[in-house]
């Protein structure tokens, strides 16, 4: 089996409602482009990679000359090929790497009528569960602005209720940190028998980063996801708050694990099989974090369905995964996969069993959502439509003010 081709197509799938975040916001759609590598034998193979547009387009299509007769097999050599670790001082290549890795692992598994997990060394569960993923956001079509703590609850309650979820993630780093620990304290005492995390994108001043986890110590948290920046900010907050400490911004290659191994500064890594450069990655980073008793979850940077597969497949080999996965998947109005969006039930989404990643393309929606990208494009990830004029610093001073209720255009 060797590969003839690859494709690559940019779509605009239209999220619930714009979602802010610490850098500004997902204005109502996400971006995403969509891989294919075709094999001599005719089977196709499935990537995703977050954002994009003509340029990842011309990006995937100019991988060709190092992919042209490649056997998908050879999955070591396509790491060199496309990410040596020199080479790509020059050219940042990683998240292109995992999309071709997804779509390599995806044409195995259908040559060899077997679902990727088997070639990962085999599932240990049979569904991920998943926590919520709260945002504070925009109004969208025929939803309401999430602002207030009251909103919130309500939100996360609705959430609960549709999709069963038990542990719930807040993205902060929105509004003043005094603030979100209102919104935390009322999410805590919304839903007392669930777990909670926190992750303000480590916008936090090490002050606030301490004064924050101190106040949430008594309660059921999971973690505190990346208060504040960088390895060393992390390592000073964990020493002094009862509160495990977690990173998915500092931890996201294997030099930055072996740094965070001899000089603990996070509790737990959040494994991204975009940032680490495919799946594979993050299976072996998973077991140097199972032998020096680091803890796993895994981490959603805002996916479709074929990239939800490789986080359904990764989290179902993993022995040490004692965490709810993270999706942004169900503030997604819909999906490119054939069937429709995947199906929560209590909490968790069953893994694909199918050959390969276990999905396959709606080629309608595909084009669909590339004809609906191409009339709206995309939107700058780190600006907030509702600020124009503001961008975040680190640590961040300029919050927004939660008691200016704004309608935006999305």
């Known amino acids: 089996m060797k590969i003839v081709d690859i494709r690559a197509t940019t779509v605009a799938v239209p999220l619930e409602a714009p979602l802010r975040h610490s850098n500004g916001a997902h204005w109502g759609r996400f971006i995403r482009t969509i891989v294919e590598v075709e094999a001599d034998n005719g089977l196709v193979g499935l990537g995703e990679m977050g954002g994009g547009g003509e340029s990842a ?3 995937f299509k100019a991988l060709m000359p190092y992919l042209a007769g490649h056997d ?10 496309i990410a040596n670790p020199t080479a790509s001082l020059y050219n940042n290549r990683t998240q292109l790497l995992a999309a071709v890795e997804f779509a390599c692992l ?3 598994g259908q040559h060899l009528g077997v679902p990727v997990h088997d070639l990962l060394g085999g599932r ?12 504070f956001r925009y109004p969208g079509e025929g939803q309401d602005e999430i602002r207030t703590p009251e909103q919130l609850v309500e939100h996360a309650r609705e959430l609960k209720r549709a999709h069963g979820f038990t542990v719930h993630k807040l993205k902060g780093g929105v509004f003043p940190p005094d603030y979100e620990l209102e919104c935390y304290r009322a999410l805590a005492a919304a839903f007392p028998g669930d777990r909670l995390r926190y992750d303000p994108n480590a916008v936090l001043s090490l002050g606030e980063g301490l004064r924050f986890g101190r106040a949430i110590e008594e309660l059921n948290n999971d973690y505190l996801e990346d208060p ?8 000073l907050v964990r020493e002094q708050v009862r509160v495990p400490v977690a990173t998915n911004t500092v931890v996201v290659n294997f030099e930055q694990l072996a740094s965070n191994v001899l000089r603990r500064s996070a509790d737990v890594v959040l494994l991204d099989t975009t940032f680490w450069g495919g799946i594979r990655p993050c299976v072996k980073a ?4 199972e032998t020096f008793q680091l803890g796993v979850a895994v981490h959603s940077s805002g996916e479709l369905g074929i990239q939800l597969a490789t986080m359904l497949h990764l989290g179902a080999v993993l022995p040490n995964l004692t965490y709810a996965a993270d999706a942004h998947y169900h503030q997604v109005r819909d999906d490119v996969i054939e069937g429709g969006k995947l199906a ?23 084009e669909r959502y590339a004809e609906f990208y191409r009339e709206v494009g995309g939107y700058p990830y780190d600006r907030d439509p509702g600020r124009p004029d503001w961008f975040a610093r680190v ?16």
């Open 395 to 410: 640590p961040n001073e300029r919050f927004a003010d939660p008691t200016i209720s704004v309608e935006v255009w999305t």
């Open 344 to 366: 929560y039930e209590g909490g968790a989404i069953a893994v694909p069993s199918g050959p390969g990643l276990g999905v396959r393309l709606d080629k309608e929606k595909v």
């Open 106 to 108: 995806d044409l195995i």
């Open 286 to 289: 998973a077991g140097v974090c």
């Open 72 to 81: 998908p097999f050879q999955l070591e050599a396509l790491r060199f090929k």
């Open 57 to 59: 387009e011309a990006a």
């Open 124 to 135: 240990l569960r049979d569904e991920v569960p998943f926590a919520s993923y709260l945002f």
């Open 228 to 235: 504040v920046f960088g390895l060393e900010g992390l390592r």
